[in-house]
Structure formats: structure tokens, C-alpha cells
């Protein structure tokens, strides 16, 4: 993952003429990935009559696009040197407890934020166990994934909850569209181009990548790196919140069973991506899928 | 010593695309010789011992093993004929024991599917027991540097080599081990190996080599007899111009000043280091001396808030510090440069410039926090010119660069906050000649420039050469101190295993 650290410094500033574009072209990581993917498509198209249909891409698309948000967080949290495995739970989690505040009479915008929050916590929870206990990633993530899991099962009784009353306009956000666009796509790619920006722009996420390309030098850098990790573990789980709750507007319902293996995708999906947020995450999604 | 030739290297090149790393090289090792080789990083010495380790393939040459011409195709054909190669870098399996480490080689062919350990464990005993006191059931990663790099001896060592390479074997040695592995070096020259001896040290050279071969830029210079030549005969060969003076000035008589720049007092963590005081002037360099494991990095690092539970006063420019974090330290401009610049100096993957800005990165960014990275490179290509640091471009990453300019890099990284106080561990190790001068004269501009300056070194010759004052450390405590005539080798050593 490191090599593709330092593609996220600003481009290379020597490309003279076109020979040298063409060839860092395809030095770029990303065009092997567009290759395979291109073959898929082509295969797949012959295969399956659906395959190459408007309706199948634009389910593809949406489906990619929500776990893409997760995949955001995942990269970021890979890039620090951590790792999360309760990312299928959390979003799971993150319906149920909204679904369940909203059952109860609770506001479905409100009840979405505290359960946003809650996953928020959760995160917080883990990094504490990470950063301050000194667990590593993989048990902690692997305890929550169970915790979080169990919790759903708990809180609904085993049964996905019909939310058929939802409002219209919370539904909007899992099942609208703008013009021929799902309004889920257009969330997916506002949450990948404002964490892209950031990533390469801003200090704090800089810090993050020193973190993760050598945490003891980052420590001799000034960088309090437990904190950095701290961040990027509660924003992952912060982000498996958004999802949770848009995939409630998209379902009507929440499914405690939701999201299992969902870890596995999100991961791939994370490390073929690059752990560089470009724009070729959204293909990196599209390929660990294709290839599923 | 008898003068059988064991090796016999003629008319070798090698090419890394334009690159010629070796041109027309001639080698000849005798039985039982110690032989060193000398040259600046980039001579062409690491490109040769890989030749001869079989790890990479030579264009043009003859190599003659034993009087048979043979084509080394690979580090297993090396080690059949008896190639034993100890790398500069640590090349040990961090999770699994010294014994284990130590006979990973033979437990590759071991025809039992089986791990016999406690035979292991103690053939590792016994051949460790020669070098130094370390546990064969220890795990490697519990060792400290120098008992990893005699691990790695140890290694070469049970393969009974008829030629051993030692690529800089000293660089991360204590001085007492050092005398140690030298006289293991001597037994195995009696038994008839020959080893290879790769190092920047001269005074080790002329202590224990027999003879010395120079390279430089890929060429064969010259091969003398270690007791017809002298160090500075070979520095220039070396170099290939005259260095008339490694070390620069000293501070003059009317550059000393009385106005401390740092106090500290009574620094304590209970556990490394007591009671430390001292004061650092102005215009000076400051030396802290002592073995290795001393607390001479741990008194640093705990005056910059990088580790231990620190209690005692700091005070810049007679003002008293409050440092709890090393962002403290950076922020009143006090930075410490690590003596493992791999392990926690640099950002190997990442760009120059990003490893340059890293001590604060919001020095180039914009208030709102984004990164400009124009403002970033130049600020990379300004430190970068005043250290003459060479590379292509400062995007590259730093691995692609040589040890020298590396040290340069995380040199230019203290630099880039504009430092009121330096303290660099080991600035020099692992780098050649010409770029350990260089770094020297940095040194001084920058104290003469009124940056207070603290090396810690465990080169005698660097100390004494380079510093104006010395601290010597022994056991946690300030031993002594030597300034002026009173800085010799022997004076240091004293103050630094036996001085009450």
C-alpha cells in the first residue's frame, strides 16, 4: 500500500511530450484496473442478456455507490495502518437504531443522527481500545463486528422492521433521483471528491499518511500519531453510520441481518482501489464486484 | 598467511541501464587475508560484493573461485562454494528466535520435516558464545541493533565459508564489540578464510586489514599493503582529490561566547539518565560522548518531549520550557534528529518534499489548513540547495536516494522549521567520506550562524574532530567534560567505562 502513498503528492511535475504521458499512463496502477474491467464488462455482456441493461447498471451503480461510502472510510483507516472488520455490523446497527427510534416515535432526521452518533461512538470506542489500551485493529474490530451484531439481533428480535411509514421526502435520500441520477450516486461521489480533496490537500489528512507510511517517524515528526489513528477509526465507523442510514431510506426497512461479509468488499475493494482517493475508487468497487 | 589466490576477479563491468556501475574491474583475494575495500557510497563496492554473492549477474568478466573460472548464478550457488555475505542492512526474521534466524539457511535444506529445537537452540549458543552474550531462544525482536548485526555475523558464521563478506559490519557496533568481532575476524583469517572487509572507518582498516583495495565511480583505483600506506593515502585515493582537512574549523577564540542558548538542569527520569545539567553557547558544538545504552539518546529525547517521564528544568534563551510533546519542542524550535534514519527518520515511500515539510506541514499549507504543494517544493528545493542535496526531482521518493543524501534529506527536515536548537544522534552513520564532510561543514555554518548545535556520536574521531566541548556520559550520568587539548580518544574512553 505504501508505493501508492506518494502518488497522492501532487503529480509528478516532468511529463514533457506525449510519449511520456502515454507511458505513465500505463505505469498508473489505475489502467491495469480499467483493462480488467473493460473485459469484464465485455464478457459479462455477452453472457448475460441483462447484464448490459439500463436497469442492471443503474442498480449496480447504487449498490456500489453505498458501500463506496464505507470503502472512503475503510481507505482512510488503511492508509493510517489500521483496519476495521465490524463495518458490515455497524452499518446494520446504524439502521436498527434508527428504525427502532423511529418505531418509537422519533423523528426519522433526528432519530438518523443519533444513530449516526452512536456509530460515532463506537468508532470512539475502538480507537480507545487501539490507541490507548494498545489492542491491535483486527481483535477489537473483530470483538465490535460480534458486539455490534448481536445488538441488532437483540434490539429486533431476529426480524428485519417494516419502516413502510417512512416520509416521502426521508425516502428521497435512498430512493430519489435528480433527473435520470439517483440521489445516492450523487451522495457517493460529493463523500469520495470532498475526502479525495481533502486527502491531498489538507494538513490533517497528510498527517494521517505519514502516520501510516512510518507511525515511529511520524512520532518523531511532532505528529501525535495515537490521535491521528484514534480519528481515522471513529471515522470509519462514523461513515458505516451514513451508509446504514441511507441504505434504511433505500430499503423502508431494517435488516439486522444486513451487511454480513460485508468487511470482505469493503476491504478489497479499499486495497485494489489504491489507498490513493482518486477517482478510481468508485472502479475499484465496481471491479472487486464484477469480479464477485 | 600464505598467498594463494582464492578469488581472482578480472576485466568485470556491469550496467544498470546507462548507468556503469562497474567498468573493467580487477579483484584478487588471497587465502586467510583480511581485505578491505574502500570507496564513497555510489564506487561500485556494493555492486561488486553482489556479484560475487551470485545476487546479480555480471555483463563482461571472468570470475576465478579456487583456480576454476565459475559463473555465480545465484546467493545458493555463492554459499556452495563457501560465499558467506553479512549485510549493512538487518536482514533477520523480527518474530522468530536468534537460533532459529541463525540456521534459517540450513533448516531450507534439512532433509527431517520436522524442527529439532533444542539441537538448534544449542548449536546457536555455541557459535553466539563466541561473539557475545545473547540469548539463542530470544525473539530477534526484543535485541537491540548491535546484538541483531552479531546475529547476522553469527549467521554467516555457521556456514562454513571459505570467503566472508562483512558489508560495514562496525557501523552499528559498540566499540567493545567491535574488538570482539576483530578478533574473531583474525581466528577465521588463521583457519584460511578470507574475508572481505567493507568499511568508512580508516582507523579499523589500518588496525585490522592486511591489505586495501579503493574504488571509485565504478573503478578499480588501487590496491596497497595496509603497512606501506597511511590513511590519508587512501582517503585520496578515494575521494580522487585532495581532502586536506575532513574535519572543518573549530570555533576560534573570538567566536566563544558566554551566552547560553540552552540550560538544562537536573534532568531526571528515574530510570535512564540522573541529574543531568549543562549549558549549550552560543556559536558552539556541543559533543555528548558514551557507550552505547549510556542514556545519551534518552537524555535528548527527553529534553525534546519524544519519551520518559522527564522532570528537571529547560531553558532556551534563559527562558524556562514547558515541552510535554515533541510539538512543543518543535514549536520553540528545539528538533532532535534520530540516529536510525531508516527506522524512524524518514518517510522512505513518500516524496522529498513531503519528508522535508513533515515537522510542520502547516508551514506550507494556507490558514484554512491546505497544503500548497508549490509552496511545499520550494520550500524542499531552497533547504535541499543550501544542504547540496542531489536528486533527480524532489518528488521522488527518498529510497530511491543514496545513504549520504538521505541523511541530507532528514537533515533539511530539521532545517525547514529554522531550528534554534539541533540535537542530531549519529548524523553520520552510514555515510561516505565526501558527504560526512560536508555534513561537518553544515554543522559548523549553521552554529556559527548562532543554531545551537549537539551531536551525539559514538566516533571517537567525530567527536573530537567536529565538537568544540564534549559531555561524556557514562550510566545515566554526566561523567566529565573535555574541551580544547583535553579531547582525546583515550581521555573519552576513560571518562566513558571507568571514571568514578
Known amino acids: 500500500m505504501t508505493n501508492e502513498l506518494s502518488q497522492t503528492g501532487p503529480d509528478m511535475p516532468d511529463a514533457a511530450g506525449p510519449m511520456d504521458a502515454l507511458k505513465r499512463l500505463l505505469r498508473m496502477r489505475e489502467t491495469g484496473l480499467v483493462l480488467i474491467i473493460l473485459t469484464l464488462f465485455i464478457v459479462m455482456s455477452f453472457a448475460s442478456p441483462y447484464f448490459l441493461t439500463w436497469e442492471n447498471m443503474r442498480a449496480m451503480a447504487m449498490a456500489f455507490a453505498l458501500e463506496g461510502i464505507v470503502v472512503v472510510g475503510m481507505t482512510i483507516l488503511l492508509i493510517s495502518g489500521g483496519i476495521d472488520l465490524s463495518v458490515g455490523s455497524v452499518t446494520a446497527l446504524a439502521m436498527v437504531i434508527a428504525g427502532l427510534l423511529f418505531l418509537n416515535g422519533v423523528d426519522p432526521w433526528t432519530a438518523s443522527l443519533i444513530s449516526i452518533a452512536c456509530c460515532t461512538a463506537i468508532g470512539a470506542v475502538m480507537g480507545f481500545f487501539t490507541t490507548k489500551v494498545g489492542l491491535h485493529h483486527f481483535i477489537v474490530s473483530l470483538a465490535i463486528m460480534v458486539i455490534a451484531r448481536g445488538a441488532c439481533l437483540l434490539g429486533t428480535g431476529g426480524r428485519p422492521l417494516g419502516l413502510f411509514t417512512l416520509p416521502p421526502e426521508f425516502k428521497f435520500i435512498g430512493q430519489g433521483s435528480v433527473g435520470v441520477i439517483p440521489v445516492v450516486i450523487i451522495v457517493f461521489v460529493v463523500v469520495v471528491v470532498a475526502f479525495d480533496f481533502m486527502l491531498r490537500r489538507t494538513t490533517m489528512f497528510r498527517k494521517v499518511f505519514y502516520t501510516g507510511s512510518n507511525e515511529k517517524a511520524a512520532a518523531y515528526s511532532g505528529i501525535r500519531t495515537k490521535k491521528v489513528i484514534f480519528l481515522t477509526t471513529t471515522l470509519c465507523s462514523a461513515l458505516c453510520g451514513v451508509a446504514g442510514i441511507i441504505y434504511m431510506a433505500r430499503f423502508g426497512s431494517a435488516q439486522p441481518t444486513f451487511g454480513i461479509g460485508m468487511e470482505l468488499n469493503v476491504i478489497a475493494a479499499a486495497v485494489i482501489g489504491g489507498a490513493s482517493l482518486k477517482a478510481d475508487d468508485f472502479l475499484g468497487i465496481l471491479a472487486a464486484y464484477s469480479a464477485a | ?500
Not at chain 2, 556452495?80 to 537460533?99: M, R
Not at chain 2, 562483512?166 to 583469517?189: C, G, N, V, Y
Not at chain 2, 572481505?196 to 592486511?210: G, K, L, P, V
Request: hydrophobic share 40%.
Open chain 2, 1 to 500: 598467511m600464505s598467498s594463494e589466490t582464492i578469488l581472482k576477479i578480472s576485466d568485470l563491468s556491469k550496467s544498470f541501464g546507462p548507468i556503469k556501475a562497474l567498468r573493467n574491474v580487477d579483484f584478487e583475494l588471497r587465502r586467510g587475508e583480511i581485505h578491505a575495500i574502500a570507496g564513497e557510497n555510489g564506487a561500485g563496492k556494493s555492486t561488486l560484493m553482489n556479484v560475487i554473492d551470485g545476487i546479480l549477474q555480471p555483463d563482461s568478466g571472468e570470475i576465478v573461485f579456487d583456480g576454476k573460472p565459475v559463473k555465480i548464478a545465484s546467493p545458493t550457488e555463492a554459499q556452495k562454494l563457501g560465499i558467506g555475505f553479512v549485510h549493512q542492512e538487518i536482514a533477520l526474521c523480527p518474530d522468530v528466535t536468534v537460533a532459529e534466524n541463525i540456521f534459517m539457511a540450513t533448516t531450507n535444506v534439512s532433509r527431517s520435516p520436522l524442527m529439532n529445537y533444542s539441537s538448534l537452540e544449542k548449536k546457536a549458543q555455541d557459535v553466539l558464545s563466541k561473539l557475545a552474550n545473547i540469548d539463542a531462544t530470544a525473539l530477534v525482536r526484543s535485541l537491540s541493533i548491535s546484538q541483531q548485526q552479531l546475529v547476522e555475523i553469527a549467521k554467516a558464521l555457521t556456514l562454513d565459508c571459505r570467503i566472508l563478506i562483512l558489508d560495514e559490519p562496525t557501523a552499528a557496533l559498540t566499540d567493545k564489540e567491535a574488538q570482539i568481532l576483530f578478533e574473531i575476524m583474525h581466528k577465521l583469517a588463521e583457519q584460511g578464510i578470507s574475508i572481505i572487509y567493507i568499511s568508512h572507518r580508516m582507523a579499523e582498516i589500518f588496525e585490522n586489514c592486511d591489505r586495501v583495495t579503493v574504488f571509485r565511480d565504478g573503478q578499480y583505483i588501487v590496491t596497497h599493503n595496509v603497512a606501506e600506506t597511511n590513511p590519508s593515502e587512501i582517503v585520496n585515493a578515494m575521494v580522487g582529490r585532495v581532502i586536506d582537512n575532513l574535519y572543518p574549523d573549530k570555533q576560534s577564540a573570538d567566536e566563544k561566547s558566554d551566552t547560553a542558548i540552552l540550560q538544562v538542569e537536573n534532568l531526571t527520569d528515574n530510570n535512564r539518565f540522573f541529574d543531568v545539567s549543562f549549558e549549550l553557547k552560543k556559536g558552539e558544538i556541543l559533543g555528548i560522548g558514551g557507550l552505547i545504552g549510556a542514556g545519551r539518546s534518552e537524555i535528548v529525547r527527553g529534553i525534546c518531549g519524544l519519551e520518559g517521564d522527564v522532570s528537571g528544568t529547560v531553558s532556551l534563551n534563559g527562558e524556562p520550557l514547558a515541552i510535554k510533546h515533541y510539538q512543543d519542542s518543535i514549536a520553540q524550535g528545539i528538533v532532535y534528529l534520530s540516529e536510525d534514519r531508516k527506522g524512524d527518520g524518514l518517510f522512505l515511500e513518500m516524496p522529498i518534499a513531503a519528508n522535508v515539510s513533515a515537522l510542520a506541514v502547516e508551514q506550507v499549507a494556507s490558514r484554512s489548513g491546505l497544503i500548497d504543494s508549490r509552496r511545499e517544493g520550494q520550500q524542499a528545493e531552497t533547504v535541499g540547495r543550501r544542504l547540496n542535496l542531489k536528486c533527480g526531482h524532489i518528488w521522488q521518493p527518498v529510497s530511491a536516494l543514496s545513504g549520504g543524501n538521505q541523511q541530507k534529506v532528514a537533515i533539511a527536515k530539521m532545517l525547514s522549521v529554522n531550528p534554534r536548537v539541533i540535537f542530531l544522534d549519529e548524523p553520520t552513520r552510514g555515510v561516505d567520506v565526501g558527504a560526512k564532510a560536508e555534513i561537518h561543514r553544515i554543522l559548523r555554518d549553521l552554529a556559527r550562524n548562532g543554531v545551537g548545535i549537539v551531536v551525539i556520536s559514538s566516533e571517537l574521531p567525530e567527536l573530537i574532530g567536529v565538537c568544540d566541548r564534549v559531555l561524556v556520559i557514562r550510566e545515566g550520568r554526566i561523567s566529565g567534560e573535555v574541551s580544547g587539548d583535553d579531547m582525546t580518544e583515550r581521555k573519552i574512553m576513560y571518562l566513558a567505562s571507568v571514571a568514578a
